[in-house]
């Protein structure tokens, strides 16, 4: 004869097989979660290209007269899974008659506003705080309340023919060169 059990008190065979059942399932279950998370995620956990070269320009759009230009600096941006150019600041590009080309931040150190470079004046001007900087970036007005001078950015020229700038933001309001993260 067959014996019934009480359900309330499973036999200890059911119970292992039970347990073993609910043990693997999760095992099973968890494996393509854990999968779809890291296909999910790997876009966020990749390590961008801070600091890398940009090309901003071409040798011939700088004239040798030393007079700054405005130049946009535009990137390949990569956002998640999404790939797009996109313009991630800009540069003052200088070339003196000695044929040597500098790159300034447009970013006014003391609050982060954007100067323009004034013709007449031959220097930056901050509208903000009306502080001036020379053509080199130097600070031009004892007075300014600017900490430091324009952040001065590292340049190379490519080929005698293109000129590449590692662009970089910096923190405004700070005496040193503190980089943006």
């Not at 067959?2 to 359900?7: F, G, K, L, M, S």
């Not at 899974?81 to 970013?107: D, F, H, M, Q």
Request: a positive charge; charged letters at 20%; glycine letters at 8%.
């Amino acid at each position: 004869m067959h014996q019934q059990h009480d359900p309330k008190n499973p036999a200890r065979r059911n119970f292992f097989a039970e347990g073993a059942s609910v043990v693997i399932g999760g095992i099973i279950g968890v494996v393509p979660v854990v999968a779809g998370a890291r296909v999910l995620l790997d876009p966020l956990r990749r390590k961008s290209k801070n600091g890398a070269a940009i090309r901003v320009a071409s040798l011939e759009a700088l004239p040798p007269d030393g007079v700054p230009r405005k130049f946009p600096v535009i990137s390949t941006r990569t956002d998640a899974w999404n790939k797009s150019t996109a313009p991630i600041g800009a540069v003052y590009l200088r070339r003196t008659p000695e044929g040597v080309v500098t790159a300034l931040n447009v970013v006014c150190p003391h609050a982060g506003c954007f100067v323009d470079f004034v013709m007449d004046k031959n220097c930056y001007l901050c509208p903000c705080h009306n502080s001036t900087f020379k053509t080199d970036g130097a600070i031009g007005d004892a007075k300014s309340p600017s900490a430091r001078a324009l952040d001065s950015l590292e340049v190379e020229v490519r080929g005698g023919k293109d000129v590449w700038v590692k662009f970089q933001n910096f923190q405004a309001g700070h005496a040193e060169k503190i980089p943006c993260t």
